[in-house]
Structure formats: structure tokens, C-alpha cells
């Protein structure tokens, strides 16, 4: 069935750096690549989202960039900082658009 | 409201029992989600209500889970005969219309433990 992977499980990085998270899905058919955050104790919030027909998008700090014909899409998180520890989920769209199916996780840790 | 609304918060009941979750979504989203997330994955897709109706139930995984949204708004989960297995984080979401790229809210979750 569609499945959608996600790297690395644990990410530690130096508050100020740069951080990467990197996803690959299976479903040649989806069109729609959520970014979550998840803290303790919450549900998860949308950060930010790209559409097939885009390759690239940005909102301040963070970015998505979406390879359609690698199926591979990554959010970028610069200039870090101790509130953007968390967990992220990346997500692909399957169906008619109402579905998500989700990466297992990447643990943000950023270091004084 | 002013967001997704789930209780309770955590439940812990006896292996057998029967449970309810409830979720209050945002008011005026016409389309509700349930999702479970077990420790250290992701969210799974449960059900999909447009409404009143239940427009994907595929995600159930059997017929000890249903659930229902009676008036388009409110929604429960009902779970029977619980297992240990059901042990999880319920989660709830809702968008404006049927289209999950419009960007679900979700609640903060009922965590479920089964002993």
C-alpha cells in the first residue's frame, strides 16, 4: 500500500543552524504535502504546506521544496531556535485529497 | 469555538470495557476527522464524516470502533470490548470543506489506556 517515509528519526542541531527533514512517498497520485508540529501533549499544527504544482515555498524561517519525479520533499528550518524543538510529521495526500498518510516522525532537539 | 475540542483528555478504563471520545470541532467545518497516533508514529486514518455521514469508514479496524456525528457537528468515537491493543492517542480534526489540502485543525487528543 502508499506509504510515506521520513529522516531521520532523532535530529540534533546547534541552535542557530540549519535543520533538514527529508520524506519520500510512494503514491504517484498525491498532490498535497503537509508539514506538522507536534509538541508534548498536543495535537499536531500545520506549519506549512505545498501543492504539486509548486516546487518550492517559504514562510520566514522554514521551507518546503517538493521533487515530483523523485517523489521527495523536505522541509528546511533556518536560523533554529529552542522553541522550534518539537516533533515533525511530514504527510501525503492520498485519495480524494481527504486522506493524509504520514511519516513516522522526526524528533527536533536543538542544543543551547 | 475557537478550536478543536476533544474529551476527554485521558481515559483509562478496564480491558472489555466499552469507551466514548468526543470532539467539538471548529464551528462551521463542515468535514470532521478521526485519527489514532500509538507512540512514536504517526497518525493513522480512522474515519472521514462530509456532515452528518461518514463518507470513509476504511480506516476502522473492525467493528469493535464506530462512530458518529448526528447533527454535522459533534462527533463521537465509540469503541466496545476494549483491548490493550486500542491503547493510543485519539486524535480529532476538522477543515472548512472535504478537501484535506485546505489544512486540518486538529485537537489536542484523548489519550486512551487500556489495563
Do not use: M
Amino acid at each position: 500500500g502508499e506509504n510515506v517515509e521520513q529522516h531521520p528519526s532523532t535530529l540534533s542541531v546547534q541552535e542557530g543552524d540549519s535543520a533538514v527533514i527529508k520524506c519520500t512517498y510512494s503514491d504517484s497520485a498525491s498532490n498535497y504535502f503537509p508539514w506538522y508540529k507536534q509538541e508534548l501533549g498536543k495535537g499536531p499544527q500545520l506549519i506549512i504546506d505545498i501543492r504539486s504544482n509548486v516546487g518550492e515555498k517559504k514562510d520566514q524561517r522554514i521551507a518546503v521544496t517538493l521533487n515530483k519525479t523523485a517523489k521527495h520533499f523536505s522541509l528546511h528550518i533556518t536560523e533554529t531556535q529552542p522553541e522550534d524543538s518539537a516533533v515533525y510529521f511530514c504527510a501525503a495526500s492520498i485519495g480524494s485529497n481527504y486522506q493524509l498518510i504520514w511519516g513516522a516522525g522526526t524528533k527536533l532537539i536543538i542544543k543551547p | 469555538g475557537a478550536g478543536v475540542s476533544q474529551t476527554p483528555s485521558n481515559k483509562v478504563t478496564e480491558k472489555g470495557k466499552y469507551v466514548e471520545l468526543r470532539c467539538d470541532p471548529i464551528s462551521g467545518h463542515t468535514a470532521l476527522y478521526w485519527y489514532r497516533q500509538s507512540l512514536g508514529q504517526g497518525p493513522e486514518f480512522l474515519i472521514y464524516f462530509q456532515g452528518t455521514g461518514a463518507a470513509d469508514d476504511s480506516g476502522l479496524p473492525n467493528d469493535r470502533f464506530f462512530a458518529v456525528r448526528p447533527e454535522g457537528s459533534v462527533s463521537t468515537l465509540k469503541i466496545q470490548r476494549t483491548e490493550r491493543g486500542d491503547s493510543a492517542v485519539y486524535l480529532c480534526a476538522s477543515s472548512p470543506i472535504g478537501q484535506g489540502d485546505y489544512g486540518y485543525t486538529f485537537g489536542s487528543g484523548t489519550r486512551l489506556t487500556v489495563v
